[in-house]
Nanobody, 125 residues
Framework: QVQLVESGGDSVQSGGSLRLSCVAS????????VGWFRQAPGKEREGVAA??????TSYADSVKDRFTISQDNANTLSLQMNSLKPDDTAMYYC????????????????????WGQGTQVTVSS
């Protein structure tokens, strides 16, 4: 099972930007579906953005036009987050699954079996 390590979380002011990174223990490019999820206190873990094994991307409505997911190299996934809001405060997790998931499932946490430990993002108003 692939190992995932996230970094880049921090505390920022509303309107600020952060870039999260996720390093995988093996090549995930076009071999895995990979995604970013987040979990705020008292809430369920939700899908934020994902890249399927065929390169297709999906974003949660709440982050469209503000967040951008990218695969920087064979084993590094990034999430560029702009115009951050207090509602974006959460623990952010990277996830990977070695198959094509399709548009209906690539933001579903139930479809992913490999997870990182998370990186905390805090946005203050």
């Amino acid at each position: 099972q692939v190992q995932l390590v996230e970094s880049g979380g921090d505390s920022v002011q509303s309107g600020g930007s952060l870039r999260l990174s996720c390093v995988a223990s093996e090549n995930t490019y076009r071999r895995y579906s990979v995604g970013w999820f987040r979990q705020a206190p008292g809430k369920e873990r939700e899908g934020v953005a994902a890249i399927d094994s065929d390169g297709s991307t999906s974003y949660a409505d709440s982050v469209k036009d503000r967040f951008t997911i990218s695969q920087d190299n064979a084993n590094t996934l990034s999430l560029q987050m702009n115009s951050l809001k207090p509602d974006d405060t959460a623990m952010y997790y990277c996830a990977a699954e070695p198959r094509w998931l399709g548009r209906w499932y690539r933001l579903s946490r139930a479809e992913y079996n490999s997870w990182g430990q998370g990186t905390q993002v805090t946005v203050s108003s």
